[in-house]
């Protein structure tokens, strides 16, 4: 069935910092890919970041290169994403998503959470 499952939301100040996690469960095979998307209040979904589980490469978005890292625990079957460097552009639903295919892009993925909210206050 593959179920994602994100934690860690929750509300910062602008320059702040705050970690996300996304558990995953009920895969018969594991992911290539997990990725975390964002969405922002009126916009639309943008891939942030993913890994390679095998590898464990990864990429980043212009937006957050830098300031977000995404690393996984693959004994925990967990991938989490530090934010440091908030800004209040930051503030939207972060879903966690997962797939076969690594890409940025929202509509190659075929497992997603439920998402968790950020509201990064200036």
């Known amino acids: 069935l593959g179920l994602l499952a994100e934690s860690g939301g929750g509300s910062v100040q602008a320059g702040g910092s705050l970690r996300l996690s996304c558990a995953r469960s009920?895969?018969?095979?594991?992911?290539?890919?997990v990725a975390w998307i964002h969405e922002a209040p009126g916009k639309e979904q943008e891939g942030i970041a993913f890994?390679?589980?095998?590898?464990?490469?990864?990429t980043y978005s212009d937006s957050v290169k830098g300031r977000f890292t995404i690393s996984q625990d693959s004994a925990k079957e967990t991938v989490d994403l530090q934010m440091n460097s908030l800004k209040p552009e930051d503030t939207g639903t972060y879903y966690c998503?997962?797939?076969?295919?690594?890409?940025?892009?929202?509509?190659?993925?075929?497992?997603w959470g439920h998402g968790t909210q950020l509201t990064v206050s200036s």
């Open positions: 998503a997962a797939g076969p295919f690594c890409t940025l892009t929202p509509g190659d993925y075929n497992y």
């Open positions: 890994i390679r589980t095998n590898e464990g490469d990864t």
């Open positions: 009920r895969f018969t095979v594991t992911p290539a890919c």
